[in-house]
């Protein structure tokens, strides 16, 4: 019943054998947090003891818990923020801690511009005013596809009907459209071209939009008959009115604009004063066999137009001009009146304005029968 320690020594077994002197016994393993332990200075021992002490007690009050600092990267030494650094981060964060782990030879501020650098690298780049972008892939194929050309070959058509087109494809399309047009010249590029619509309603264009589309059909000399730019953002007229000048439009949509009573009434003005040496005055405009007088066929229901102060304005600007014919025809729908001839006045009017009475709730007015 003894146990092995009580036994006499000739009983007890012998001890093992001490290992060959060419074995080495490797020393009994450190715990990782020991050694790191270690290697950490004292003075980081002390933060992270403070620190256990703050987590505890925010446990026991229920706060949020402090923030702990990033870990120290090797030989990264303990430095102090800048005042700016301490205020605000980069991002526009608070920041309390006033320091920072610095590893030697590290640059913060160039690693902080190389960031931003990346960051805006990878932003879209951002338009200069003035300048044209180049159009998207496929949009080329699409806008050679609008213009629809007749069997003579030098009339056609162009249909932008709704393809959400703003100021700044307009600028792209413009672009695009004088070098479309130098193949056609030829040598005959006095002569010019006709197009008989020009449709770019029912998109996003404002004046701006408006102006590039127009430039771009002078610059290529064409002629345009009828000019649809209705459900846009076309505030001002001045482009419009310049084209109705030269005498070659025989109808003009903008309705659903924002254009007020003096844009309005700069339109009108602008096809009563149109005149020439050689055909004087050009609205009403004779028609092709030269029979018939055609009025200008002008819509501007739909817009910001007060209708007093349309009429009044067209008064005064018509006084001047001192013209004999009527001024203006209003076209409700009940006369009979269409683009090609007036029903309702034995010599035509000028200007046929259809609906106009029908503008925004907010600035309507009351459309009165012109007297002039």
Not at 123 to 131: A, D, I, N, S
Request: charge should be negative; charged fraction near 30%; glycine fraction near 8%.
């Amino acid at each position: 019943r003894n146990s092995g320690t009580c036994l006499p020594a000739a009983y007890r077994p012998p001890p093992p054998p001490p290992p060959p002197s060419s074995v080495r016994v490797p020393p009994p393993r450190q715990r990782a947090v020991g050694a790191e332990r270690a290697e950490r200075p004292r003075e980081a021992d002390a933060a992270d003891e403070w620190m256990r002490k703050r987590l505890d007690m925010s446990r026991r009050v229920g706060e949020d818990p402090p923030k702990i600092e990033e870990e120290r990267p090797r030989g990264a030494t303990w430095v102090q923020k800048d005042k700016q650094e301490q205020g605000r981060n980069k991002h526009g964060q608070n920041q309390q801690d006033s320091k920072m782990w610095q590893r030697p030879g590290h640059d913060r501020k160039k690693e902080e511009d190389e960031e931003e650098e990346e960051a805006a690298a990878e932003q879209p780049p951002t338009r200069v005013q003035g300048e044209v972008a180049a159009p998207k892939p496929g949009q080329q194929r699409a806008w050679e596809s609008a213009i629809r050309w007749r069997e003579d070959g030098r009339s056609f058509k162009i249909g932008m009907l709704g393809v959400s087109m703003d100021d700044a494809e307009a600028g792209m399309w413009a672009s695009w459209f004088g070098d479309y047009m130098k193949p056609y010249a030829g040598d005959d590029w006095g002569q010019g071209f006709l197009a008989q619509e020009v449709d770019f309603s029912k998109n996003y264009l404002t004046s701006i939009g408006v102006r590039r589309v127009l430039n771009a059909l002078w610059q290529a000399h064409v002629e345009v008959r009828v000019l649809k730019m209705h459900h846009n953002k076309l505030e001002l007229s001045n482009e419009v009115a310049g084209l109705i000048a030269t005498g070659c439009l025989r109808e003009v949509h903008l309705s659903h604009n924002l254009l007020d009573a003096n844009s309005g009434a700069e339109l009108v003005l602008a096809a009563a004063s149109a005149w020439t040496e050689d055909f004087g005055y050009l609205y009403p405009r004779a028609d092709e066999e030269g029979t018939d007088a055609e009025p200008l066929w002008l819509r501007l229901e739909m817009n910001c137009i007060d209708c007093p102060i349309f009429e009044r304005r067209l008064k005064a600007g018509f006084a001047r001009l001192k013209r004999q014919s009527k001024l203006v025809c209003h076209v409700d729908g009940t006369k009979g009146c269409s683009p090609h001839a007036c029903a309702a006045s034995s010599s035509p009017p000028i200007v046929h304005l259809p609906y106009l009475h029908t503008q925004r709730k907010d600035t309507a007015g009351i459309a009165v029968e012109p007297t002039v």
